[in-house]
């Protein structure tokens, strides 16, 4: 059974930045390509980045492109997301999930993939 917890959030002023992680706990990690998603409250939940298995390809949401990086550890089975320049906009509950269907623009997860729990990253003006 796959497992994921997020952790890194907290409250953080404009400008500054956090990092996101997201430990995988079960089987064939390195097999999984990896995103992170945000909602925002009343707001749709938005594709932010995804990482594929090998690492050779990512990709970024425009609103965070040139800001946040994502990277993989297969060993340590944990993708994170460096997020630098933070804005009040960026203000959401981020996940990670597994994608099923790849990293692929849009970024999106399909019935048989996995989510974390969440972790809150709030940006004061």
């Known amino acids: 059974q796959v497992q994921l917890v997020e952790s890194g959030g907290g409250l953080v002023q404009t400008g500054a930045s956090l990092r996101l992680s997201c430990t995988f706990s079960g089987p064939a990690f390195s097999t999984y390509d990896m995103g992170w998603f945000r909602q925002a409250p009343g707001k749709d939940r938005e594709g932010v980045s995804c990482?594929?298995?090998?690492?050779?390809?990512?990709y970024y949401a425009d609103s965070v492109k040139g800001r946040f990086t994502i990277s993989r550890d297969n060993v340590k089975n944990t993708v994170y997301l460096q997020m630098n320049s933070l804005k009040p906009e960026d203000t959401a509950v981020y996940y990670c999930?597994?994608?099923?269907?790849?990293?692929?623009?849009?970024?999106?997860?399909?019935?048989?993939?996995?989510w974390g729990q969440g972790t809150q990253v709030t940006v004061s003006s």
């Open positions: 999930a597994t994608l099923a269907r790849g990293c692929i623009p849009p970024v999106a997860t399909g019935p048989f993939d996995y």
């Open positions: 990482i594929s298995n090998s690492v050779i390809s990512t």
